[in-house]
Every structure is written in C-alpha cells, then in structure tokens.
C-alpha cells in the first residue's frame, strides 16, 4: 500500500531525499505556481509524472491544502527506538502519548528536527501515523527525523529509563516549571493528548512533571506550542 505525500515544499524535500517515489500527480487546470521545478527534478530522476484534475487531487488528500502536487511513496519507514539513543551520550527524544491531530504531530516533529531531537515517539494505537497531512505540516521534515512508533508507550519509558535516559512528563500540574527544571543531560520529554494530557499510567512513569508558566489563567496552550517551549528550553539548557 502506498503513502500520499502532498504540498510543494514537502513534495520538494521528498524528491531532495532517497524516498522511493513511485509517481507524481500534478493539477493539470488553474496554471499552479510553482510546480515546474518540481517537475524538473521527477523527470530528471525518471519518476512518472501525470497530469489529473484538480477534484482528483481533492479526493487524494481527503480536502487537504494539496497545492497541486501529490507523489505516491513507500509506506514511511518508522525506525526503533534504540537506534534513538546507541551511541549517544546525552539523547534527547520526544514521546508523544496519544496526540491524534496530525496536523500538531507535523508541527511537533518539525520544531524538534529544527531544534536537534534525535527522536520522537508515538503509540501504534488511539494517535496520530506520519501521513501525508503530518509530512506537509511539518515542511517535509517528518522524512528526515527519527520516529519510532510502539505498541506501549509506559513500557518504552521504562525501556529509555534502563537506558539511563530521565523522563520529564508534560502537565499543567507539575511540582516544577520548565525554567528551572534540568534539561541537561540524557532526556525524554514527555507530552500527552490534546485532550486529556498524559495519561495516569505513563505520568507514574516519569521522574518529575514540569509545566509552563503562565502569567494570565490559561485553560491549557495548544499540544505543537507546548511540546515547542520545552523542546526549546531543552535545546537552549544544552547548549
């Protein structure tokens, strides 16, 4: 079964990388800025180019902004979370538990590529896959970030802990505030659903909670602006 990959600067960075792309669809009507160069680099790299309509265009990305490209890929190839952290003395990854709007799972994973996490995970179940809408949300960036996707998030804590990696949960109840909690060393950030935050059984996992601080009552910020303060304190505690 093949992937949807659409919109022009996640199409481009596709077509930049070794992504095994099977065919190109190009809005033949409404004279689409843009599109030529992405034409140019298929051709030259052999790949089928057809022109449809732009209602076919529609239905492939389910109502998507699509800007009038879609390429046909592999299906994304996930990697273990091992391969996150061999190697590396201070890792640092995300783990997502049970974001399910793919459009805040691409704008998590393109904060974290641009901020250096060597890995984000997410459940198999109840969440969010890398799609065609996360990899045009995140600019194309979900193509090149490391992303593993297990059966149990709880268990994948406890695997990171052995590993030597603390775990700092995500919540707006936390006994201390992303300022002065220590990001330094090896590190799993924690953050839950859009929803219902982390869950009861994953925050019992976690070393310690932090939250944001507000200076106005706020009911809660969005998950992709959340998860980008920590990962960006974390980033700016490292150095």
Not at 190 to 212: F, T
């Amino acid at each position: 079964m093949e992937d949807l990959i659409f919109g022009k600067n996640a199409v481009k960075e596709a077509l930049l990388e070794d992504v095994e792309i099977n065919k190109m669809l190009v809005q033949k009507e409404g004279n689409v800025s843009g599109l030529g160069e992405l034409i140019r680099i298929a051709k030259d790299k052999k790949i089928v180019v057809q022109d449809v309509n732009k209602r076919k265009l529609d239905e492939l990305s389910e109502g998507e902004n699509h800007q009038g490209v879609i390429i046909m890929v592999s299906p994304y190839k996930y990697v273990e979370v091992e391969d996150m952290i061999k190697g590396k003395t201070n890792p640092l990854i995300v783990v997502l538990d049970g974001i399910q709007d793919p459009h805040n799972l691409g704008a998590i994973i393109r904060t974290a590529y641009a901020a250096g996490v060597d890995g984000v995970i997410i459940p198999k179940r109840r969440a969010a896959a890398v799609n065609g809408t996360v990899i045009k949300t995140s600019a194309g960036y979900a193509m090149h970030m490391a992303i593993a996707r297990v059966t149990n998030i709880s268990q994948t804590i406890e695997y990171l802990k052995e590993n030597n990696v603390w775990v700092a949960g995500a919540d707006m109840d936390g006994n201390s505030t992303l300022f002065n909690a220590d990001f330094k060393g090896a590190l799993a950030i924690v953050m839950g659903s859009e929803g219902n935050g982390i869950s009861r059984l994953v925050r019992d996992k976690c070393d310690y909670i932090v939250s944001v601080p507000m200076k106005n009552k706020v009911e809660s910020l969005n998950a992709s602006v959340a998860a980008s303060l920590l990962i960006y304190e974390a980033y700016r505690q490292r150095g």
